[in-house]
């Protein structure tokens, strides 16, 4: 019983850190921008992603490597989905609002 808790335990870390990847890589790239909301949603959403795999079939090696795939690709599409919910002139605005707080002009 407790190899099996053992086994799901490192199955669900493995997923949530799959999870993490696309969060901070869109982190990293927009300075910071990703939401720190969003990193728990990220990696519920890698766990739905990856359970979904085995549901549909995929139960030997094959299907664990796809479930760690589809625990990357889930939150990427998610976080790009938000993204671009955002609309294009609300991120431009925030990118000439963060210009203009980091100029050398505003050091002074």
């Given at each position: 019983m407790s190899?099996?808790?053992?086994?799901?335990?490192?199955l669900l870390g493995g997923w949530m850190l799959c999870g993490v990847v696309p969060w901070l890589v869109l982190s990293i790239s927009t300075r910071g921008d990703a939401g720190l909301?969003?990193?728990p949603v990220s990696m519920a959403v890698a766990v739905l992603a990856a359970l979904l795999v085995p549901l549909l079939g995929a139960t030997?090696?094959?299907g664990l490597w796809l479930s760690f795939l589809a625990a990357l690709a889930g939150p990427a599409l998610f976080l790009a989905a938000r993204r671009?919910?955002?609309?294009?002139?609300?991120?431009a605005s925030r990118a000439r609002t963060v210009d203009r707080q980091h100029s050398p002009e505003s050091a002074e």
């Open positions: 190899f099996d808790a053992l086994a799901l335990s490192a909301i969003f990193l030997d090696v094959t671009h919910s955002l609309g294009a002139s609300r991120l």
